[in-house]
């Protein structure tokens, strides 16, 4: 049986590549057991099965303080305010608080609803792509992915143009979890308090519009879960879709024949999406969960009251579902059993927007910047800190 460090899967080493450690996890053919920063124990579970149990199973979720008479509700940020926020987001709530405030947006997030956006996000990629041909020298996370998401959520929700500045910034504070965050969310709110009531007078065509209605009509929504909700939007879309585009901007350029394929035939770009999400998805385990008695997985058994870390890297990269899995290759048939996106009840309620928004600028990218290349050796590229470093190219 494989022998685990007691908090390997935090090690630096294992930090810059953790694919070899999910894939002893999932040979050992059970969870394994883990001391997190924090002292916590947390079970890691790597199986394209078992995680999918996990993302799906009744028992295991966030809010333990209802499950477990004695333990407190999570620690939650010291400002009062922000705090309040933080416990109202839908991420860290279990049903039926998650069913009644996920149902207010969902329907401003399927497939028809944002495919009405493709015009216009089609009209931003056209603008960063020629911007990009103009200047040479350009980076992939500056110039063509970290405007994307922070615009199209900007457009989706109704913030007003001249405001758009002023949402980037706090957006940007709040993301990336920056010392001036809290205050970002304060002000934040206080906005969102005065876009509500100027949307309650005179409604429009925009989510902040129809949350407003809904929260009027039968007090489904309370102020601050309106604040949540929108915060959530910007914190759960902006550094995934970034990475995504970053990271499939990298793996083309890394890959020169199927980077030539995209150019050939730029309907591939779907295609590149989802190898890019199994082979190199945003996120490496879903946020962690606890488990609100004994759960028997098919690998084994989690006790009660311990944290679960459900690793979606190490389901994509499951040999028992997928081929070659260590492979990137956009041809592959299997693609679409990746669980990037994770699953159940939780499963991403942006799926649709990233797919539509990576998707066009895969498209645009092959199409306006067939000369790109990467300025520096691939193998200085840290591809874990592409986000925080950078990926210079040249247009
Ligand atoms: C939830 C991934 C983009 C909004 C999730 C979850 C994953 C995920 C794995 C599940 C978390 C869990 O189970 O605890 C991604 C990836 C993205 C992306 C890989 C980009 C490539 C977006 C975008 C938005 C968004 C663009 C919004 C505009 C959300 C929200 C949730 C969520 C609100 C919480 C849903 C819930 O708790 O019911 N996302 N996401 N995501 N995502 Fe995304």
Redesign the pocket.
Known sequence: MAAFGISELWDPAVRRDPHPFYDRVRDSGRPVLQIDPAGNRFWVVAGHADVLTG?RHPAIGHEIHRHCPGLPEPARHSLPEVARIEARQ??NLDQPD?TRL?GLVSGGFTARAVARLEPWIGGLADRLVTEARRLGRVDAVTHLADPV?VNV?AELVGIPEPDRPRFRAWSAAIVSARPDGPAATLEFGAYLDELAARRRAVPEDDLISELVTRADQDDQLDRDELVALVQ??LI??QE??VD?IVNGIRLLLTHPEQWQALREDPSLAAAVVEET?RFR???EI??PRFTFQDVELASGLIPAYDRVGLS?WGANRDPAVFDRPHVFDIHRSDVRRHI???YG???????H??RLE?RIMFERIARELSGLRLTVDPVDLDAFRLHQNGLPLQA
Request: hydrophobic share 60%; with cysteine.
């Open positions: 993302l839908l991420i998650h996920r998401p959520i959530l939007l759960a879309g995934t879709t995504l999400l998805g945003p996120v879903v946020p979606l990037a996106f994770g009840i939780h499963f991403c309620l942006g799926a927007l990233a990576s």
